[in-house]
Structure formats: structure tokens, C-alpha cells
């Protein structure tokens, strides 16, 4: 099916504790998004990618890092994992904002 | 500051019944404005936008209302079915080219009773 495929699903991590947030699109979509969405806060951007090759801060860049591999994948990186940073990310991709998101699935994070 | 704000955390209402929700924002310029529909455990799906143009866009069940003097929009949704229980997210959009963006509230959780 097309779409976004985030990996992994759920992810338990100790604070200090690095990984990578997994993100591929097949909808040959230019712009990509990383946000995440805590209780009573909504949907935050992170970063984005408006095409292959750039990445900008988004709303609560702060202890992220991002990487457009190429057109398909977009991965989002924790250098250092926080409590703080406990959350459900979600990734998407975009032919141009006012065609709609599509979003992936969400990875649940926890930071213990 | 929060730009688009869903001051309401929740509404419930009777199976057959009009839903109504709410979003408010603060940046007169914004271009486009979306609604978004998400499951528990499961990504946002895109549901229905309206232009800034516009001051009404149907779909079915669902109707967006758009007042730009009041800069306020709403999602009406006729009749209400169990299965439109979700939480639901208004976004703006200011275009800007490749580097355009949505904006979301924090959400709204509806309940329809059977």
C-alpha cells in the first residue's frame, strides 16, 4: 500500500541512550515532516525537508537532529534521549501543504 | 504563541445529531485551513480545507464554515456517527512556497454516543 512507513513501532530507551526515527515515503512526495504530539500540546513540528537535499528547524527542533537521505527517507535522530523527549512521533510527506499531510502510523517513544 | 487554537479538549454528542467543532486562529494571512481526523494508535488523516477565499466547503457529511472577520472556522458534521469518534485537529497553512507548512491546534476529542 502506498504511503508512510515509520520504524520502529514502539521504543523504550534510557535517558542518554541514542537511536534513529525510521521514515520512508513512496508517494514521490517533495516535502517531508517530522512532528510529534504530547498530551494537550497537539501536533509540533520538529523539523522538515521541503525537498531532497534541505532540512529546517521547525517549532521544537531542540535535541534533534534530521537527515533527507534521499526523496524517500527522512530520518530523525536522538543524540541523546531526554525524559522530556517521551512522546509519539509522527512523519509525513507532502506533495505541496494544501494537498493535505499523509502521515505515518507514529512511533511511540519512552524515556525512562 | 499559539496560532490556531481548539480551546474546547472535548465535545460529545448523540448519534444522529450535528457535531460541532470549533477552531479559532490568530495570523490573519493564512491561506488555507484543514481539518485532520485521527484514531488512537494510528497517524492523522486528512478530512477536509477550505481556502481563505471561501467562506464554506461540503463534503458529505462533513461542512467547513469559514468567518475571517472573526477569524474562527468550523467543522460540522451531519449526522453524527459512532464511528466519527476521533480526535480532530484544525491546521493552517501560510503558503510560502516549498517551505509552506501546516500549523495545528491541539486537538479536539469527539465522542458520539450510540
Known amino acids: 500500500n502506498a504511503g508512510v512507513t515509520q520504524t520502529p513501532k514502539f521504543q523504550v530507551l534510557k535517558t542518554g541512550q541514542s537511536m534513529t526515527l525510521q521514515c520512508a515515503q513512496d508517494?514521490?512526495?517533495?516535502?517531508m515532516y517530522w512532528y510529534r504530539q504530547d498530551p494537550g500540546m497537539g501536533l509540533r513540528l520538529i523539523y522538515y525537508?521541503?525537498?531532497?537535499?534541505?532540512?529546517d528547524k521547525g517549532e521544537v527542533p531542540n535535541g534533534y537532529n534530521v537527515s533527507r537521505l534521499n526523496k524517500r527517507e527522512f530520518s530523525l535522530r536522538l543524540e541523546s534521549a531526554a525524559p522530556s523527549q517521551t512522546s509519539v512521533y509522527f512523519c509525513?510527506?507532502?506533495?505541496?501543504?494544501?494537498?493535505?499531510?499523509?502521515f505515518g502510523s507514529g512511533t511511540r517513544l519512552t524515556v525512562v | 504563541d499559539q496560532q490556531v487554537k481548539q480551546n474546547s479538549p472535548s465535545l460529545s454528542v448523540q448519534e444522529g445529531r450535528i457535531s460541532i467543532l470549533n477552531c479559532d486562529y490568530t495570523?490573519?494571512?493564512?491561506?488555507?485551513f484543514l481539518w485532520y481526523k485521527k484514531y488512537p494508535a494510528e497517524g492523522p488523516t486528512f478530512l477536509i480545507s477550505?481556502?481563505?477565499?471561501?467562506d464554506k466547503n461540503e463534503d458529505g457529511r462533513f461542512t467547513v464554515f469559514l468567518n475571517k472577520s472573526a477569524k474562527h472556522l468550523s467543522l460540522h458534521i451531519v449526522p453524527s456517527q459512532p464511528g466519527d469518534s476521533a480526535v480532530y485537529f484544525c491546521?493552517?497553512?501560510?503558503?510560502?512556497?516549498?517551505?509552506?507548512?501546516?500549523?495545528f491546534g491541539k486537538g479536539i476529542t469527539l465522542s458520539v454516543r450510540p
Open positions: 509525513a510527506s507532502s506533495a505541496g501543504a494544501v494537498y493535505g499531510y499523509t
Open positions: 508517494m514521490n512526495h517533495n516535502s
Open positions: 525537508s521541503a525537498s531532497e537535499g534541505t532540512t
Open positions: 495570523n490573519s494571512m493564512f491561506d488555507y
Open positions: 477550505i481556502s481563505s477565499i471561501k
Open positions: 491546521a493552517a497553512i501560510l503558503l510560502d512556497g516549498a517551505n509552506s507548512k501546516l500549523t
